[in-house]
């Protein structure tokens, strides 16, 4: 059930991303200010973006899980989530590049998107150990949805703090009133931020499809009582 | 297509820039294909479950008989197709699909 669409998915990721490079380093004209540098945003923004709005779906999800108590809801936003701390990490390496060849230094302290960032990825991070602590599935599950709702509207208020405060040097390329990305810049990101959406739900169905066939392997095992039934797994949910 | 795609092309600067674009796509690909292989060691232990529970499913069914034994039951036509429990799952099957029928069995 989880892996239904997969592989037309996965075709289409694996196009969307070759055209999203192709647009990066055969079409989009290098930056004025910042020069070849900039081809960095092509990847580093999309990944940002995606993993920001997944872990709001992952509260969605929790959302549903706890008004219908659905398991399946719960796999979802531990997926959604587990996916964007993923994200999570390639923004902050790929982050920390870009600010060495822009600015000189990997890491800058005073500059808020950068700790914003930081802040919203140690909270997801301790998600797990949270999860772990709880051994009681159906607790567990539960809790873990709380933890996601309260962590999921964090996000967009964070985000909102942070394009409120005035930043000196983290560049801003949407919603300036003169200037902004041209057309060619506009399109080529658009398609990588396409290329990553995609990519990001493949993987969250890949994983689901792979947590899906382990918990049949479970049942199957419990059903005919062979050696083994009785483990099962404490973080991960059951998918059944 | 490619020549032509090229000559638009902006020149790629081989200076100080470039070792840090490629790093950062480097970054995202070995992620990806790290990602990749948990997935597939994840896989090749839920195939290795498979295979334990299905052995065990056919020494119980064939008892006194070790699991991948019970395909070369004696009385069995290896030339004819394998019915009930002493065949292999389908990778339809396997993966909680439908059973594909048999050969010579249609849906009429």
């Known amino acids: 059930m989880y892996g239904k669409g997969l592989k037309p998915l996965s075709i289409a990721t694996v196009a969307m991303l070759v055209v999203a490079l192709s647009l990066v380093f055969f079409y989009a004209p290098l930056d004025a200010d910042q020069g070849f540098i900039q081809k960095i945003f092509y990847i580093h923004v999309p990944l940002a973006t995606v993993a920001l709005i997944g872990f709001i779906v992952g509260g969605l999800f929790a959302i549903a899980h706890l008004r219908t108590g659905n398991s399946s809801w719960d796999a979802y936003s531990y997926v959604s989530i587990h996916i964007s701390v993923i994200f999570g990490v390639a923004v902050l390496i790929t982050g920390a590049i870009w600010a060495k060849a822009s600015w000189g230094h990997w890491w800058v302290w005073n500059e808020p998107t950068l700790v914003s960032f930081l802040i919203v990825f140690l909270l997801y991070c301790t998600y797990y150990p949270f999860r772990y602590a709880i051994e009681d599935r159906e607790q567990q599950a539960r809790y873990a949805s709380v933890f996601a709702v309260t962590a999921g509207a964090f996000v967009p208020l964070n985000f909102l703090a942070v394009r409120m405060a005035q930043s000196l040097v983290h560049p801003r390329v949407f919603a300036t009133s003169n200037g902004g990305l041209p057309g060619s810049m506009m399109l080529t990101f658009l398609c990588c931020l396409a290329a990553v959406a995609l990519l990001w739900t493949t993987l969250v169905k890949f994983e689901l499809a792979a947590k899906s066939a382990s918990g049949q392997v479970k049942r199957l095992r419990r059903a005919i009582g062979a050696p083994g039934s009785g483990s099962t797994s404490r973080i991960a949910p059951e998918v059944s | ?108």
């Open chain 2, 1 to 108: 297509m490619l020549a032509l795609l090229l000559a638009e092309a902006p020149a790629l600067p081989l200076d100080e820039a470039g070792k840090y674009v490629a790093g950062a796509y480097i970054v995202f690909v070995v992620l990806l294909v790290v990602y990749v292989a948990i997935m597939a060691a994840k896989l090749g232990r839920i195939e290795k479950e498979l295979r334990e529970v299905a052995s065990f499913a056919e020494a119980k069914a064939n008892p006194g008989m070790p699991g991948r034994q019970a395909e070369g039951m004696p009385g069995r036509d290896p030339a004819q197709p394998a019915t009930g429990s002493d065949r292999d799952l389908t990778p339809s099957e396997a993966v909680g699909g439908p059973a594909a029928p048999a050969r010579g069995e249609r849906d009429v």
